[in-house]
């Protein structure tokens, strides 16, 4: 067991990532900043930017006594484009399966350090742990990539009007949840790899062996002589 512990560094450093990466995606997924629209008519978008995200659209104004003004983007809304309704259903999707990939982590990197006699399960645990992760980190590229293609061909929307917002903007970037996004699911595809690369081994190859019986020989033979003397 104590060899199998020296193999998994990798994969508590991949655990440390994960729990990261899913954190990030997290907050990609309630982030308002996917696409930025820049707006040149300013009578009622009086900072002339919109934030339009997954969930709503949010812009300041000075026609309106709220510090920030917010429409919420529903799933079922007509006006709502392909991207926006794949986002909405596919990153809760990435956040669940980098939860699932997190608790298959913890439990394989429990059975490597403490568990003793359920070897059998490190292997199925590991797997789990890299599928999740895997699998995350693709789902969440899926929309990802479509609202930044989305952006690249000034993409519209067609609002409706208690949105306040013209159906193309003047121009649009792309926001700060995307790159946040794009960084989550990076971290959640290598730590996918690092723990499916993993080489399993149930026992210590022979030398690991042969030295675990040394040291186990030479604690005895000093507890013996230790023994003598008292």
Avoid at 22 to 34: D, F, V
Avoid at 39 to 44: G, P, R, T
Avoid at 65 to 75: F, K, N, S, Y
Avoid at 148 to 153: G, W
Wanted: charged content about 15%; aromatic content about 10%.
């Amino acid at each position: 067991m104590m060899y199998l512990a020296h193999t998994a560094h990798w994969q508590f450093l991949g655990l440390i990532a994960g729990l990261l990466a899913w954190i990030l995606l997290m907050a990609a997924t309630g982030l308002n900043e996917w696409r930025l629209w820049r707006l040149d008519d300013v009578s009622v978008v009086t900072s002339g930017v919109a934030w339009v995200g997954i969930w709503r659209a949010c812009f300041y104004s000075n026609a309106f006594p709220e510090a920030e003004t917010c429409r919420r983007i529903g799933l079922s809304e007509p006006f709502a484009p392909a991207e926006v309704a794949a986002a909405q259903v596919l990153m809760p999707v990435a956040v669940i399966c980098g939860l699932v990939g997190n608790v298959g982590a913890a439990a394989a990197m429990r059975l490597v350090y403490f568990s003793v006699e359920d070897r059998g399960n490190v292997r199925p645990a590991f797997v789990l742990a890299g599928a999740g992760y895997l699998l995350a980190g693709t789902v969440c590229l899926v929309p990802l990539a479509w609202n930044v293609r989305s952006v690249l061909i000034n993409g519209s929307i067609e609002f409706p009007p208690e949105f306040h917002l013209p159906a193309a903007p003047a121009g649009q970037r792309v926001g700060s949840a995307v790159g946040v996004g794009v960084f989550a699911s990076v971290l959640m595809l290598v730590s996918g790899l690092l723990f499916l690369c993993h080489r399993y081994a149930r026992t210590a190859p022979k030398g690991a062996a042969e030295l675990q019986a040394q040291d186990r020989q030479g604690r005895d033979n000093r507890a013996f002589h230790t023994e003598d003397v008292s």
